[in-house]
């Protein structure tokens, strides 16, 4: 069965600190894969995309991901973490073979700590 | 430019009730999905169209009923609500129909229904 899984509910880091949120999947064929973003009380909003081509992704708010074909991976990576990255992050991947609709993770809120 | 407007943004509903949540887009894009998203669960897809007169069953379409007269509202419908649908409901589009797959996703504020 097709699945996106983002193995931490939680992800804490302190300001300043990287971060990384990771996701993993499993699809046939190439996959199209996405990170978008929720604020509290918000709708989602697209921060990144991989495609094909380089796997090193870049997307908003200083925002990159890097995708990993052998371990199936699409993690979310930040160089320096801001106290206003606190939010609710998924992912979500697009399969060739679902009707091109989207599997989405079940996210994973990332508190950022001044 | 609006964007996704959904309304309303709370509703409470009693079990047995039906009403209507509204979406509607000015960005003239021909995909539009209900998800709703429930802790801990993700985002699961409702019901979507590719266009006008089109629509199709997502994930977990039991209970809803939607209808695409136009480009621009794509209503979502309880019949009969039930407690199992205490959710937070959001309206997406995208350009296309969903079928080149790098299609990004613009989603609504959201509405936030409780059913007693």
């Known amino acids: 069965a097709q699945s996106v899984a983002q193995p931490e509910d939680q992800v804490n880091v302190a300001e300043g600190n990287p971060l990384t949120v990771k996701c993993t999947y499993s699809?046939?064929?190439?996959?199209?894969l996405f990170w978008y973003v929720q604020y509290p009380n918000r709708g989602l909003q697209f921060l990144l995309k991989?495609?094909?081509?380089d796997n090193l992704v870049k997307g908003s708010y200083g925002f990159e991901a890097e995708f990993n074909k052998s371990q199936t991976s699409f993690h979310l990576k930040k160089p320096s973490a801001l106290v206003s990255d606190s939010a609710l992050y998924f992912c979500?991947?697009?399969?060739?073979?679902?009707?091109?609709?989207?599997?989405w993770g079940a996210g994973t809120k990332l508190i950022i700590k001044p | 430019n609006a964007g996704v407007t959904q309304t309303p943004k709370f509703q409470v509903l009693k079990t047995g009730q039906s009403m209507t949540l509204q979406c509607a887009q000015d960005?003239?894009?021909?995909?539009m999905s209900w998800y709703r998203q429930d802790p801990g669960m993700g985002l699961r897809l409702i019901h979507y169209?590719?266009?006008?007169?089109?629509?199709d069953q997502g994930e977990v379409p039991n209970g809803y009923n939607v209808s695409r007269s136009t480009t621009e509202d794509f209503p979502l419908r309880l019949l009969s609500a039930a407690p199992s649908q205490t959710s937070v409901y959001f309206c997406?589009?995208?350009?296309?129909?969903?079928?080149?797959?790098?299609?990004?996703?613009?989603f609504g504020a959201g509405s936030r229904l409780t059913v007693l």
């Open positions: 997406a589009s995208s350009y296309g129909q969903g079928g080149s797959g790098a299609n990004v996703l613009t």
């Open positions: 960005m003239n894009h021909e995909y």
């Open positions: 169209s590719v266009g006008a007169g089109i629509t």
């Open positions: 699809v046939s064929g190439n996959p199209y």
């Open positions: 991989y495609i094909t081509g």
């Open positions: 979500a991947v697009r399969a060739m073979d679902s009707n091109y609709q989207l599997i």
